[in-house]
């Protein structure tokens, strides 16, 4: 069965740091890729949609996405970490054809320090 | 444009109670998937529905249900409700359609504790 893997469930950087997270796909490169970002006691919003058609994509409140042949993982990435990018993050790949199913990373809790 | 809405935001229910549970897409989405996100099993696919019809299913037990009304508001059930039924439940809308992979925007979602 398809599964998706974030690497590292809690990461922390400081402020002003480049954040970098990972997420591994089982099956062979999914077209489409989510990031979403979930803050305490709210839904999910979406940051990108990754499209393995582009290098890098860009997503809201400075974050990026690309794919790393090298190491088969996908990247977000933030050049210089903010208070408010503390948060929950997850990988998204939708599966299954025509429907909206999407299976979801495990997540990867952000904490910046100050 | 007004995001998802979910009704109510939160429940706290018995055993052996049922529930239902209410989510307003986005104006013009048609398509409507219903999560459940758990600390230990995280965010796992219920159902999906399009046009009031279910086009796919996740792996849950039959005492998970929904439906999708003409105006594309969908609700859930839950009946018999167990303890392991606690989570958070996401509703997210899409545009749908014939293609996938349309962006999915979430709802607040409803946090159902089971007493």
């Known amino acids: 069965a398809q599964s998706v893997t974030q690497l590292g469930s809690h990461v922390s950087v400081s402020e002003g740091a480049l954040v970098l997270l990972r997420c591994n796909y089982s099956?062979?490169?999914?077209?489409?890729l989510f990031w979403y970002v979930q803050y305490p006691n709210q839904g999910l919003q979406l940051l990108l949609k990754?499209?393995?058609?582009?290098?890098l994509v860009k997503g809201i409140n400075g974050f990026e996405a690309e794919f790393k042949k090298s190491e088969t993982s996908f990247h977000l990435t933030k050049p210089s970490a903010h208070m408010s990018d503390a948060a929950e993050y997850f990988c998204?790949?939708?599966?299954?054809?025509?429907?909206?199913?999407?299976?979801f990373g495990t997540g990867t809790l952000l904490a910046v320090q100050p | 444009k007004a995001g998802v809405t979910q009704t109510p935001r939160y429940l706290i229910k018995t055993r052996g109670q049922q529930v239902t549970l209410s989510c307003s897409p986005i104006?013009?989405?048609?398509?409507v998937s219903w999560y459940q996100q758990t600390p230990g099993q995280g965010l796992q696919f219920l159902f999906e529905?399009?046009?009031?019809?279910?086009?796919n299913k996740g792996n849950f037990p039959g005492r998970f249900s929904g439906r999708q009304f003409s105006n594309s508001r969908s609700e859930m059930n839950v009946s018999t409700l167990e303890l392991g039924d606690s989570a958070l439940y996401l509703c997210?809308?899409?545009?749908?359609?014939?293609?996938?992979?349309?962006?999915?925007?979430f709802g607040p979602g409803t946090r159902l504790t089971v007493l």
């Open positions: 099956s062979s490169v999914p077209p489409y």
């Open positions: 104006s013009g989405h048609r398509s």
């Open positions: 997210a809308s899409s545009l749908g359609g014939a293609l996938s992979y349309n962006e999915q925007f």
């Open positions: 998204a790949v939708p599966i299954g054809g025509a429907t909206n199913k999407l299976i």
């Open positions: 990754y499209t393995s058609a582009a290098t």
């Open positions: 529905y399009f046009s009031e019809t279910q086009r």
